[in-house]
């Protein structure tokens, strides 16, 4: 079993910058693609940014520009950069990984964008 540990989430005033980590327990076996996704308060949790195992890479509409997924194999870890953050990007973020032999998540960390 694989554990995805996220840190890096606060608080952050408009246009301001935060940057995701999430660390996985060992490396995965077999890996697709990892990503971060992100859910509001009464919504569905939304694709924010994807990294294949090819490293190719995938945003959201809403954040492309704004948002680089990037990842450390050496590490385990995944990043999210965030940059001109906006009130709407308020959410919790989960890191997720896809391989051959299955789907993990994260337990999340909170980003809050407000003045």
């Known amino acids: 079993q694989v554990q995805l540990v996220e840190s890096g989430g606060g608080l952050v005033q408009p246009g301001g910058s935060l940057r995701l980590s999430c660390v996985a327990s060992?490396?995965?076996?077999?890996?697709?693609?990892m990503g971060w996704y992100r859910q509001a308060p009464g919504k569905e949790r939304e694709l924010v940014a994807i990294?294949?195992?090819?490293?190719?890479?995938n945003y959201a509409d809403s954040v492309k520009g704004r948002f680089t997924v990037s990842g450390d194999n050496a590490k385990n870890t995944l990043y999210l950069q965030m940059n001109s953050l906006k009130p709407e990007d308020t959410a919790v973020y989960y890191c997720?990984?896809?391989?051959?032999?299955?789907?993990?998540w994260g337990q999340g960390t909170q980003v809050t964008v407000s003045s």
């Open positions: 060992r490396s995965i076996f077999g890996r697709i693609d």
């Open positions: 997720n990984a896809r391989s051959l032999l299955g789907v993990y």
């Open positions: 990294l294949t195992s090819r490293e190719s890479t």
